[in-house]
């Protein structure tokens, strides 16, 4: 069995500053984890993925993720936010078997950017 | 190609309507998602295709019809829907239906927006 929790609903930051959305895991195997990201009307888009090869994975659009075992968290980070990353943002959880297992979405949560 | 291509993108239909959603991808994946995602949620899993045979139905009301005719091209066919179908109805693709996880991932489609009227 597996979940994921997304520690806030709604982060707002100011164009050029850092972005930090978080994330909690449980899961009864080594996870793999996934960061994916949706603007308005749009499918979604895979930012990173984690498999057990690296604890820092580094993504597209300067975004970064780091896994940290110990505190069963896969936070998403990014040095200076752009006005284009303003959307929603799902931390994904599945176990080994990915076709034969579901998916454990997160609730998602939704990034502003302030100009 | 790196795309799984979705059709029509806004679909407009009235309870008693029979209308099909399309989704085609060309990157030789053997496993093909439906997903139902609501406004400010996460997407729920539909159905699921393995080798073009159905190997997960997440109990989705029989007003929903998937079919896979080949390895290439997945349908939604719908019946007589609710109002409360309206959303936003995404596929996606993975290579391996029954890879490890490390290998895998999905490749989502722009999604049909579906109001039932």
């Known amino acids: 069995a597996q979940s994921v929790t997304q520690l806030d609903s709604h982060v707002s930051v100011s164009e050029g500053t850092p972005v930090l959305l978080r994330c909690n895991y449980s899961s009864s195997y080594s996870p793999s984890l996934f960061w994916y990201v949706q603007h308005p009307n749009k499918g979604l888009q895979l930012l990173l993925k984690?498999?057990?090869?690296?604890?820092l994975v580094k993504g597209i659009n300067g975004f970064e993720a780091e896994f940290k075992k110990s505190e069963t968290s896969f936070h998403l980070t990014k040095p200076s936010a752009h006005m284009s990353d303003a959307a929603e943002y799902f931390c994904v959880v599945t176990g080994p078997n990915f076709g034969n297992e579901k998916l454990t979405f997160g609730t998602g949560t939704r990034l502003t950017i302030i100009p | 190609d790196t795309e799984v291509t979705q059709t029509p993108k806004h679909l407009v239909m009235g309870m008693t309507n029979k209308k099909s959603l399309k989704c085609e991808q060309h990157?030789?994946?053997?496993?093909m998602y439906w997903y139902k995602q609501k406004a400010k949620k996460p997407p729920e899993l539909m159905f699921v295709y393995s080798y073009e045979k159905l190997s997960i139905n997440e109990s989705v009301p029989s007003r929903f019809s998937p079919e896979c005719p080949n390895s290439s091209l997945l349908n939604l066919h719908l019946h007589a829907l609710q109002p409360e179908d309206s959303a936003l109805y995404l596929c996606a693709s993975s290579q391996d239906p029954y890879g490890s996880s490390t290998n895998e991932k999905l490749f989502f489609g722009s999604g049909t927006q579906l109001s039932v009227l």
């Open positions: 990157m030789g994946h053997r496993a």
């Open positions: 984690y498999t057990s090869a690296a604890t």
